[in-house]
């Protein structure tokens, strides 16, 4: 199995930037593909960006497309996510998430049910 451990959040002013790391351990990172999923308070866990195995796709959710990039270093066993012009509505607990659903290189989920493993989550809170 393999170990995820989430970094990089905290406070930001609206229209500011952070970016979140998740450093995955045990198993060779490429063989998951890897996904961004956030919780606000009162709120269903929701997704906001996965990347295949390979890093050559990825897709975002309607909310953040344009502000969000994800990204990930194989060679690091690390993943990204790189979010600009932050909202008050981005205020959230940010997880990754990691399947190993057998999938081909390129292929990307974005289903909550597809991913087995998760990292602990970053708070991210963005004030107006």
């Known amino acids: 199995q393999v170990q995820l451990v989430e970094s990089g959040g905290g406070l930001v002013q609206a229209g500011g930037f952070l970016r979140l790391s998740c450093a995955a351990s045990g198993r060779t990172f490429s063989n998951y593909a890897m996904g961004w999923f956030r919780q606000a308070p009162g709120k269903e866990r929701e997704f906001v960006s996965a990347i295949s195995r390979s890093g050559s796709n990825t897709y975002y959710a309607g909310s953040v497309k344009g502000r969000f990039t994800i990204s990930r270093d194989n060679a690091k066993n690390t993943m990204y996510l790189q979010m600009n012009n932050l909202n008050p509505e981005d205020t959230a607990v940010y997880y990754c998430?990691?399947?190993?659903?057998?999938?081909?290189?390129?292929?990307?989920?974005?289903?909550?049910?597809?991913?087995?493993?998760w990292g602990q989550g970053a708070q991210v809170t963005v004030s107006s």
């Open positions: 998430a990691a399947s190993s659903k057998p999938m081909s290189i390129m292929s990307i989920t974005t289903r909550y049910g597809d991913y087995n493993y």
